[in-house]
């Protein structure tokens, strides 16, 4: 009997390590994300759970908030034990990790898939680093809307969209004495900055924020678009509610889908929670571009290959790069995160009619890019804490803080 036991239990010591082996043989990666939100979260799964089908393991490191993911990964690099994938945005904070030899380059498998054919040419350039490929991009934001709630609408009798920004006003007059909250604001730095933007695109144009942000151009006219955009940035403070400070942009989202609040300024993953809660696009809310806009800023999403020194994770990391791109995963990830897919071949006939307007306007190249392409993370450091300066401080002196706006870039 005893040595019926031990063959047993030799048996299943033997079956334990073959599992092990087996497990240690899959492609297993741990991704670090600030994708935590409903609609973001469930966007990450369609990501997951393609890798997985795929014969991935699957390590989830998510964050809440990308200021306290961005910190926890520098601190990982720093300490030599980075993770197998980040989530970052595309743009001069991933390339400065490239410059320094921290990335891997996964340009075999952009190769293998023919990315430069299905990819506009401007993120092609954005994602490459001296002839290589590094990052594995998941889908373009719009970060010019307005979304607004149907039933705040109708209670406040407005019937349709404002063309400008006098009549935005006076629809924002209108709910205020419906007894809604004109403007679900999100009271952080990066959300206000957006709003910024936004308002700026709208005053000077496509090739006048292009001027401003990439030619760093100071002349009259820039700093005259500055001033207004300032000017309707400060008449804003009016129509928002005490609890604005600090609020996250999902809660903002969430009095819009309640129709606690009127309007939200905010990029188009904002339509991820209206999907979780079961909202669909023109029945229950509406999205617009910023009034008098004639083009939207855009932001772009990737994936992130950090160097670890372990061949299984360099492995997986080129396994996920491939999912990432599949024409499949490109349309189910935009659908959950409210997204425009990367490629340009898929079938769009399954996006909303927000994500088509917004895949209208970068096909016709009215696009501008958000300021973490273009900017150092210094500068866009600098730039949140200008436009946090003058909303927070409550100025009123729209000429002279445009005059400041420029130092941004010094």
Avoid at 21 to 38: C, F, L, R, V
Avoid at 217 to 233: F, M, P, Q, R, W
Avoid at 318 to 347: C, H, I, S, Y
Wanted: hydrophobic share 45%; with cysteine; net charge negative.
């Amino acid at each position: 009997m005893k040595t019926m036991m031990k063959l047993f239990l030799a048996g299943v010591a033997v079956a334990g390590l073959c599992a092990s082996a087996q497990a240690e043989d899959k492609p297993t990666i741990e991704i670090m994300s600030s994708w935590t939100s409903g609609g973001e979260a469930a966007a990450l799964n369609v990501i997951r759970s393609a890798f997985e089908k795929r014969g991935g393991v699957w390590k989830d490191s998510s964050i809440a908030g990308f200021g306290a993911a961005d910190a926890a990964f520098q601190n990982r690099i720093v300490a030599g034990d980075a993770p197998g994938a980040k989530q970052g945005v595309i743009g001069l904070a991933a390339a400065d990790f490239v410059g320094q030899g921290l990335f891997n380059p996964i340009d075999d498998v952009a190769a293998a898939g023919k990315w430069a054919d299905v990819l506009p040419k401007s993120i092609t350039d954005l994602i490459s680093y001296d002839g290589k490929v590094y990052l594995a991009p998941t889908g373009a934001h719009g970060e010019s809307w307005v979304f607004y709630s149907k039933e705040a609408f109708g209670k406040a009798g407005i019937a349709e969209e404002p063309k400008s920004w006098d009549e935005f006003f006076a629809d924002l007059d209108k709910l205020k004495a419906a007894g809604v909250v004109p403007v679900a604001w999100g009271g952080q730095p990066w959300q206000q900055t957006k709003v910024f933007n936004m308002i700026l695109l709208s005053q000077v144009g496509v090739d006048g924020f292009l001027k401003i942000y990439v030619d760093k151009d100071k002349s009259e006219a820039s700093v005259e678009g500055v001033k207004k955009t300032l000017e309707i940035l400060g008449k804003l403070r009016g129509y928002v509610d005490a609890g604005a400070a600090g609020r996250n942009w999902n809660d903002a989202t969430a009095m819009l889908i309640t129709a606690k609040a009127g309007v939200q300024f905010m990029g188009d993953w904002a339509k991820g929670e209206f999907t979780v809660a079961g909202k669909e696009p023109g029945k229950d809310y509406g999205c617009m571009l910023a009034p008098e806009s004639k083009g939207m800023v855009y932001i772009a999403d990737s994936l992130w290959f950090p160097k670890t020194n372990n061949a299984a994770t360099d492995k997986a990391q080129k396994l996920l790069a491939e999912v990432v791109m599949d024409p499949a995963v490109q349309v189910e990830f935009a659908l959950k995160k409210g997204a425009v897919p990367m490629r340009t071949d898929v079938d769009k006939s399954k996006l909303d009619v927000c994500a088509r307007k917004g895949a209208e306007l970068m096909a016709a190249g009215a696009i501008v890019p958000d300021q973490a392409i273009v900017l150092t993370p210094q500068q866009v450091g600098a730039l949140d804490d200008y436009v946090d300066e003058y909303w927070s401080g409550g100025s009123n002196d729209a000429a002279s803080a445009a005059e400041n706006f420029f130092a941004i870039f010094e």
